[in-house]
């Protein structure tokens, strides 16, 4: 299976530690992958759409008309990124007027879609049962002394209409991945809740999300090791929050926030010294004493 690789704008440039782990873990699965030469963002699926939707759909179709000139299908491993082009692809399938009106200003810049072109979430592609079986036959070392807390996120599942590969309302694909490779998961009230990175201007709002949430995960009765999040806003948003909240309100807020990519890279054997899990506000040192205990 190989697939056109679409990066986005925020991992590369910002966390480049989680593209290290997707590569090293897409290598030990043996999962073919081009790089996509000149993408765009792609765009991000919140406030350019609200400005100007045919904008929006015109560029995410340009990175679909990319990949469908190289022959292939997209694997993202940004959440916001699967909205986005997934979405914009569905969209151009399902309304062909509309689908002739994009193609025709992509034209103009020499590309062309034809609406070939699908698209995948990395946990989409990894929680299918053969992907599973491999993982689950490649794992090194077992996750199991770690029980973990998901953060699905608004993007990866919603609007189900459009995503179609989870439940909206009871999720189970990350749990399952991580399960995969040995670790607990555990639910709790609050895990579909929104991170709040989108209420920037109001940031009180997302800041009280994220309190409310890592207060939770602190107070459960059994310790959780760790948040695991797919979206780049997510992750950025819980680890710099959650040290701010835990400043200004005297909170003993700890719990460190790790991406999919980097458990499974964990799991599958990757050294924790090339992983740079120190790179991040919340220092996972109680969980980096358990995997080398």
């Known amino acids: ?109 020499n590309y062309e879609y034809t609406g070939k072109t699908k698209v995948y979430s990395f946990v989409e592609l990894f929680s299918q049962q053969e992907w599973l079986d491999k993982i689950k036959n490649l794992i090194i070392k077992p996750l199991d002394n770690l029980t973990l807390a998901v953060h699905y996120g608004c993007h990866l599942i919603r609007p189900s209409k459009i995503m179609q590969f989870d439940h909206p309302e009871k999720p189970e694909k990350i749990d399952i991945i991580l399960e995969a490779l040995g670790a607990k998961t555990i639910d709790f009230p609050s895990k579909l809740e929104c991170c709040g990175f989108c209420a920037r201007l109001q940031d009180e709002i997302g800041e009280k999300l994220v309190e409310d949430k890592m207060t939770e995960l602190c107070e459960l009765e059994e310790k959780v090791d760790a ?30 926030v790790l991406y999919l990519t980097e458990v499974m890279a964990i799991a599958l054997g990757v050294d924790l010294q090339d992983l740079s899990l120190k790179n991040r506000s919340v220092k996972p040192y109680k969980l980096i004493d358990k995997l080398t205990s």
């Open 1 to 109: 299976m190989e697939l056109a690789l679409y990066l986005g704008c925020t991992i590369p440039l910002k966390m480049p530690h989680i593209e290290k782990a997707f590569r090293d873990v897409a290598s030990i699965l043996d999962l073919k992958l081009k790089e996509m030469v000149g993408v765009s963002c792609c765009p991000e699926p919140v406030s350019l759409q609200s400005l100007n939707i045919d904008t929006w759909v015109t560029l995410g179709a340009r990175n679909l008309a990319i990949a469908e000139r190289m022959g292939l299908d997209i694997l993202t491993i940004c959440s916001g990124c699967y909205e986005t082009l997934k979405t914009v692809s569905v969209l151009l399938e399902e309304d062909e007027k509309y689908l002739e009106k994009i193609d025709g200003i992509l034209k103009k810049i």
């Open 227 to 256: 948040l695991i999040t797919v979206c780049p806003a997510c992750t950025t948003q819980y680890d710099r929050k959650e040290k701010i909240i835990s400043r200004r309100t005297g909170k003993e807020l700890d719990v460190p």
